[in-house]
Structures are given as structure tokens and as C-alpha cells.
């Protein structure tokens, strides 16, 4: 009878044994209303780096849809964890555990979903569902100082938000498209370039179109050797070819704008003009002209004040 008892004793165990193990695998979640994982793809285009911006700047951003519509993504019936993972990039930076390094040298990424970081964990409750009202999105971070490299960044999967134990309960994050890198080769030497006209008299101007009290003035960059410029100008216009409106202020002149010249030639606003090539050393100036510039049969005194944005490219 020994014999027999110790049989039916291990076959009970075998038993148990079985029955714990389907109990684990069973599944404790369920899809929403899109009744699978939902793809949501994002892309940068190009993107302008600055040589001249700091480490741990800001780049850019980009940004999905609403997922799903806000839609229930999926629902678990056990306590379960809500988490976030890297996937395409996974070499933490030096700016710590939430920002990688990219393909691109000098460029980081990071990812986030409403105030989460990747990576997250998040305990949930049993019976807790998971929907997506806020957009995900990604920021690239400049890691470097000075340049940084230039490329295509790799595309595919960014990001896995899913529930764990049951991973195949997810929404997935894709960089896909055009995502290129271009560093910008030069550094202005100066923040801002203020100019200073010489006081006008209104018997200085003969009559619309007339001008006076030109002032020469350089915008100075310090450049990748043999760098090629252009420059355009971007204000508010007063009407005729590259003059610029007034800043509307107290006591402000009235029949005057202020007119930008390289050389004998007017910068029209909005238009690219070729500056050349830096030298060997990096360096190049921009030299440029201001004058006042009539804009109306008839001038009232007072100040002449105004702004202009310059924009350079290179290549």
C-alpha cells in the first residue's frame, strides 16, 4: 500500500503544479475601443542647430495627435504597472537617465507622455484602464557645446507605453520621415547690433524718396572656415524697398522710415543677399549701411526708433 500512497502524493503535486502556472499566464487586460496597439508617428523635418547654443539647450519639439481620440487604450482587471521604455535610443546622456544620445553626434532626445518621462512606472489599480488624452511628443536637446553633427536621425519604434505583466497591451511612439540635422556654422559676435544715427533736421530731406545721415555699421561672425553667407532682413516695411517702419512710441517722427543698404544696394525685406565666404581664420564681417529715408510729403519731428531681424544662412 506504501507504493501506492506515494504515487497519488506526486500526482496531486503535478497537478497543483499545472493548475499555478495557467493561473499566472491568464490574461488580466483587454483591448479599448480601437481593439489593438495604436502607432503614432512623429517626425522633425529640418532642424537648425546653432553652434552657439549651450549645452542641455533646448531644440526642438514634436508633438502626435490625440491617441486614439482619448479613447480607453486598454483595461486590466489586476493590479498592474504603467510603464514607459526607450527603444530606438537607449545610451542615457550625461543630462541623466531621461535624455539619450541619438545617431547624431552632440544631439539627445527625449520623450514624454503629458508629465511623464521616459522611462516611467507607474503602479495601477485592478480595473484601471489607460487612455492618451494628451499627445505624446519628443524634444531634442543639444549635448554639446560648439558644433554639433549633421545627418538624417535614425528612424523606427522611440517608445513602448504598455502594461506590465502583459506587454503586448501597448500604444507605440515611431520617429518616421525626415528628421536632418544641419548645424549652423557661425556665431555672432554680438548679440545685438544697435545703430546709432546722426540727429536729422527736417531742411536735411528735399522731398519724398530722399535721404539722409547714413551710417555705416557691421554685423561680425566668428564662422567654420570657408563658410558661405547670405543674409536677409525681416521688419515691418514702410512701403518702399527695404525701409522700415517706425517703433510707434512717445514723440515719434512721423514721414521718416529708416532704409538699410549693402553698399550702393537697397536689402529688400524678405530677400537673401550673398555676403561671401569667410577666411581661413572663421571671421567675416557684414558691412551695412542705415539712413533715414522720407516716406511722406511731409515729416513732424521727433524720434526715429526701429527693428529688424537679420537671418543668415550658410553652407
Not at 161 to 190: D, H, Q, S
Not at 204 to 211: H, P
Not at 220 to 249: F, Q, W
Request: include cysteine; proline fraction near 4%; glycine fraction near 10%.
Amino acid at each position: 500500500m506504501l507504493p501506492n500512497n506515494k504515487n497519488t502524493f506526486l500526482l496531486g503535486l503535478i497537478i497543483c503544479s499545472l493548475f499555478w502556472v495557467s493561473h499566472t499566464v491568464s490574461a488580466a487586460c483587454a483591448w479599448g475601443v480601437a481593439g489593438k496597439e495604436i502607432i503614432s508617428n512623429i517626425s522633425f523635418g529640418n532642424v537648425i542647430v546653432q553652434r552657439d547654443y549651450p549645452a542641455g539647450a533646448f531644440i526642438t519639439s514634436a508633438f502626435t495627435g490625440q491617441i486614439s481620440g482619448g479613447s480607453t487604450l486598454f483595461r486590466c482587471t489586476q493590479a498592474w504597472n504603467y510603464r514607459g521604455v526607450p527603444v530606438l535610443f537607449t545610451r542615457a546622456s550625461s543630462f541623466g537617465n531621461t535624455i539619450y544620445e541619438t545617431n547624431i553626434p552632440g544631439i539627445g532626445i527625449e520623450i514624454h507622455q503629458s508629465l511623464n518621462n521616459v522611462p516611467f512606472s507607474k503602479p495601477m489599480a485592478a480595473n484601471a484602464s489607460l487612455s492618451m488624452p494628451d499627445p505624446l511628443s519628443a524634444t531634442l536637446i543639444k549635448l554639446s557645446t560648439g558644433s554639433v553633427g549633421a545627418g538624417d536621425l535614425t528612424t523606427g519604434t522611440l517608445a513602448y507605453f504598455y502594461a506590465e505583466p502583459e506587454p503586448k497591451y501597448r500604444t507605440t511612439l515611431a520617429l518616421t520621415g525626415t528628421n536632418t540635422i544641419i548645424p549652423v556654422a557661425c556665431t555672432l559676435m554680438t548679440k545685438t547690433v544697435n545703430v546709432k544715427l546722426d540727429n536729422a533736421v527736417i531742411s536735411d530731406f528735399k522731398g519724398k524718396g530722399t535721404t539722409a545721415k547714413p551710417k555705416d555699421f557691421t554685423i561680425d561672425l566668428n564662422c567654420d572656415a570657408k563658410t558661405k553667407i547670405k543674409l536677409s532682413l525681416e521688419g515691418t516695411s514702410a512701403g518702399p524697398a527695404g525701409v522700415l517702419a517706425l517703433t510707434a512710441g512717445k514723440n515719434q517722427a512721423s514721414g521718416i522710415g529708416i532704409q538699410i543698404l549693402k553698399g550702393t544696394q537697397v536689402v529688400a525685406l524678405g530677400k537673401q543677399l550673398n555676403f561671401g565666404t569667410a577666411n581661413a581664420a572663421g571671421l567675416k564681417q557684414l558691412a551695412l549701411t542705415a539712413r533715414y529715408y522720407q516716406t511722406a510729403a511731409n515729416i513732424e519731428s521727433g524720434t526715429a526708433n526701429t527693428t529688424a531681424t537679420f537671418t543668415m544662412t550658410y553652407n
